[in-house]
């Protein structure tokens, strides 16, 4: 399952998201979305775990959890199809 790691602390690490996320099972990734140009961390990633119980037990135990000072918001990721527009229309 992929789950969507949101609200975090700028200087939290992969490392870090995956020792906390590990916790609770397998992690098969731990990704920290960075800015492109800077390389700094933009307060988000996504976290793919490989047994689905594993992955639940995490999003339940850890949504709303601080994390080096910032409560984080932890979800099922959704598909790219499936977000909601950004307000760009063409």
Do not use: C, W
């Amino acid at each position: 399952m992929n789950i969507y790691v949101g609200n975090l602390a700028y200087g939290v690490t992969q490392d870090e998201l995956r020792e906390t996320f590990g916790a609770y099972g397998q992690i098969e990734s731990a990704n920290l979305i960075t800015d492109k140009f800077t390389g700094e961390s933009k307060g988000f990633g996504f976290v793919e775990m490989p047994n689905n119980s594993e992955a639940d037990a995490a999003i339940k135990a850890l949504n709303e959890t601080p994390l080096k000072g910032r409560n984080m918001k932890v979800n099922q990721a959704k598909p790219r199809g499936d977000r909601p527009s950004r307000g760009r229309h063409f």
